[in-house]
């Protein structure tokens, strides 16, 4: 409730600047998904399942006046799940935005997307991982912002700031992919005073020059990941949200069939100091024998001096994995990788296949699988969570 006040706030600009009202255009869609999640092993924990049906809806809303100068854009997000923390709804987005000439300003609920490589994104900081959604961190909350954009002769210019922090949501009771002790976000606790209400604060600079495209970033906030401390007397955590200083730094560079990527963030709190590395390059094999399939080949080194520390568990890895694209009329896709511990015997493997069928059905596949994860990574409470998924998707 909290949010959505907020976010009508923000919104309200818009019924003063829409006076003007030339070239109405507005569009609406919806996107019903129906999954079945199936684990391969028995829960380590208490509670939890074999089998795990969803239902989740996605609708959308956009519109546009003022020859394209205002409009407002809605995306909604509602799941029903037999875990209670993943039956949850979300504003994935919900803003009002004013363009001219070079300028944009946009206030309200948005998701704000930065990086380049395929296995991790490092500098993606601006919004809140949905984690009770996807394990790989691609999910986001919508973030309430202010966002103020330039572009000109020397880049664009990207400046946020963000008065309300959401807090992660972790799987409940009856959920997989959690820690033996169940986690309230409710009861995780602020470096800042302010707590949710402090001051979120980001800018970023990104341009394309030749062959390269480059993005610069700085946050100063509320660490959208917590903070796990081992307390030595009663031998629990103590889980807290640190104030984060953060720079960030992105590249990618196309040579011919080569596409170099390149993520790197230096992070600094009160609990510790943090350099991360994503780097790695992919080659693509286009049209093979005329068939117009492309076959994509990908690999990256992964580093976090947070050693065992690092949640993800990616603090000296190898990524390796292959894009399979057959650019048929059915947008038939494959993606399949395996991420190497370089220092212990912990393994991931993940394929992910998508389908279109008729103008208004998609199928989706996903598997996650861990192997030989070493107790002392965080990654050790999922071992036995390696699961498939299939997910029908239907648009209106």
Known sequence: QIISTFVFLLLSPAFIFAQKKS?????????????????????????????????????????????????????????????????????????WQWVKNEWELSLGAKKIFWGVTESVHLVDIINQTDFVESFDGEQKLGQP????????????????????????????WEGRLRTPFLINEDAIGFEAEAEEWHPDLAFRWSNSVSIFDMGLSYFYGNGREPVFQADPESGNFDIFYPLNHQIGVDLQAITGAWLWKLESIYRHNSVQNMFALASG????????????????????????????????????????????????????????????????????????????????????????????????????????????????????
């Not at 999954?35 to 956009?62: M, N, V």
């Not at 100068?69 to 994935?92: K, V």
């Not at 071992?383 to 997910?391: C, K, M, S």
């Open 23 to 95: 070239n109405l255009y507005q569009e609406f869609d919806l996107e019903v998904k129906a999954d079945y999640r199936f684990f391969f092993k028995d829960g380590l924990y208490e509670g939890q399942h074999l089998h795990y049906p969803s239902l989740a809806i996605e609708p959308e809303y956009f519109l546009e006046w003022a020859d394209g100068q205002q409009r407002i854009h809605f995306a909604g997000f509602a799941r029903l799940d037999r875990d209670e923390q993943r039956t949850h709804w979300d504003i994935r987005e919900l803003y």
């Open 145 to 172: 912002m202010a966002h103020l954009s330039y572009s000109g002769k020397y880049g664009t210019f990207d400046f946020f700031a963000m008065p309300y922090f959401r807090k992660r949501v972790f799987p409940g």
């Open 281 to 396: 390059v992919e080659y693509t094999f286009s049209n093979i024998k005329d068939s117009g399939i492309d076959i994509g080949l990908i690999g990256e080194y992964l580093f976090d001096n947070r050693d065992e520390l690092a949640l993800s568990g990616l603090d000296n890895d190898l990524f390796v994995g292959s894009r399979l694209a057959f650019n048929d009329v059915q947008s038939t896709e494959f993606l399949i990788g395996g991420i190497f511990d370089l220092n212990r015997s912990s393994k991931l493997f993940s394929v992910e296949a998508s389908r279109r069928f008729g103008e208004s059905w998609k199928l989706e596949i996903e598997t996650r699988l861990f192997s030989n994860i070493d107790q002392e990574e965080f990654l050790y409470f999922l071992r036995d969570d390696g699961f498939i998924q299939a997910r029908l998707s239907k648009f209106f």
